[in-house]
């Protein structure tokens, strides 16, 4: 690979931070096995019901983390972005998870194989730490997200969701009413009557599935304490 092209390379993987923290011996090791995708929008990346194939390291857009019931419902319980790493039970020696993930903001960023991933592990350390860290606080984000769906309004889960994802890829972002109420457990009507609230208030723009945060100080204000709470240890 030609010097210009491994340097843009090299930026492109940069702009993943677990990716971007690695020294360069560890992402020398780690870059034949990377292959560059996009991601589309509703793209399954890990489905409970198989075993995981492919972790992915995205350097752009969003995935969702879905819990699925049986019913056919589904709740979200954490976002993956350009901070993350989707795959985590890999880390750990599991073939399976818990979660489905979906890409909910298109963008792109690298898959790297299940079983080359966990060889390369032990032999990347501060990998294997950043990994391992994003687990942990994936998993906090999880617990403090069922904490806020069991005792928050939707008004509350609402602003805390925009806030995140406002911090994770900007404050405009393509999301249907019936996949937010999806993601935040609830139904579409009462969705929008509180993104509607919102919008007469001039705290958001919502029309034809575009999502733009307007107010950020109002959402702040109408969020509860799970958005500061996660904010303070990073997840």
């Known amino acids: 690979m030609a010097a210009k092209e491994r340097g843009e390379a090299d930026d492109k993987l940069a702009q993943n931070e677990i990716l971007a923290g690695l020294p360069a011996s560890e992402l020398d090791q780690l870059r034949p096995a990377l292959e560059y995708q996009e991601f589309p929008q509703h793209s399954l990346l890990c489905d409970p019901e198989k075993t995981i194939k492919s972790g992915y390291f995205l350097t752009s857009g969003m995935a969702s983390c879905l819990i699925p019931t049986s019913s056919g419902r589904s709740v979200e319980v954490a976002l993956v972005g350009r901070a993350g790493f989707i795959g985590t039970p890999l880390v750990f020696g599991m073939e399976r998870g818990l979660l489905r993930i979906v890409v909910q903001v298109a963008g792109d960023g690298y898959r790297i194989g299940a079983h080359e991933f966990q060889r390369l592990l032990p032999n990347a350390p501060t990998l294997s730490r950043m990994v391992g860290r994003y687990a942990l606080m994936q998993g906090m984000q999880a617990a403090q997200t069922a904490a806020c769906n069991r005792f928050h309004g939707l008004e509350q889960r609402l602003a805390r969701w925009l806030l995140m994802m406002q911090d994770r890829v900007g404050p405009q972002f393509s999301i ?3 996949y937010l109420a999806q993601l935040l ?15 007469r208030t001039g705290v958001i723009q919502y029309a034809r599935g575009r999502m733009k945060v307007i107010d950020r100080r109002a959402l702040e204000k109408l969020s509860c304490e799970c958005y500061s709470a996660m904010q303070a240890v990073g997840a």
Request: glycine share 12%; proline share 6%; net charge neutral.
């Open 176 to 178: 249907t009413q019936e």
């Open 185 to 199: 457990g609830t139904g579409r009507p009462s969705v929008s009557i509180v993104a509607s609230q919102m919008q």
